[in-house]
């Protein structure tokens, strides 16, 4: 583990629970906010761009503040501002991904992952032109001072996990609407994936509710739930849902493995495993 820049992956890759923390909006993306959260106790930091603003000068100013405590700094996951509508979908947006991997983030999430091609065009914007993907050279300098390394380990390090088994990025997937759910099993395959969850607010939206906690507890939600669960368990990634003191530890014997939780509910978690 102490090899590793992504202390998230190596916590996955042993089996071990992973905490994070971060919303989907209002992130305080500040140098002074980034030097705060340098020794958060999370596993990784959540910074929600699919509602919040697209902000990559502050995103690059928090990193910065972070790297000037420590390096490797904490991970940190981004939630696209894009989705996973189709491939040309993430295609045209794929400059996105390049500029957020310039700062020097971990890896990524996609939300609305529709179809196993809008996945695939995502993997490919991830990695380099010399694994097969689309991402060119320039950004390493920059991101590589973030994670403590030189250019040339930044290179060889910066790969998803586990496609690559010294990879440093993940990238996970909400499957959280019903176009999404016919296509669960084939996109949690998708070689590149780490986890995924079925996102019960929009799935719930999309059957036609408002995402209000009696709603995701109807049968055809909790039904949904089951689906992604399995489709996750079928293709060996791990699965990412909210817990509670009273059944983290029955969710980590079903096979949860990522958890938006507190300082409080990690110890609890590390107790159990």
Known sequence: MADRINGAVAKLAAGKPVFYVGGHAGADLTYDAGVAMADTWADYINVGFEHGPLDLPGLDQFMKGMASVRTPTPPVLVELPFEGRNAQFVEYNAWQVRQLLTTGVHGFLLCHAECPEAVEALVKSIRYTFRGGTRGTGGQGPASQIWGVSSAEYLEKADLWPINPVGELLLGLK????????????????????????????????????????????????ATRRLVFDACNQAGICFLESCTEENLAEQLEAGVRIIPGTERLKKLGEQLM
Request: proline share 4%.
């Open 175 to 222: 499957i959280e609407n019903r176009r999404a759910l016919e296509n669960a099993y084939e996109t949690a395959k998708v070689r590149g994936v780490a986890f995924a969850e079925y996102g019960q607010g929009d799935m719930s939206m999309s059957y036609g509710f408002r995402g209000t906690p009696e709603d995701v507890q109807r049968p055809e939600i909790q």
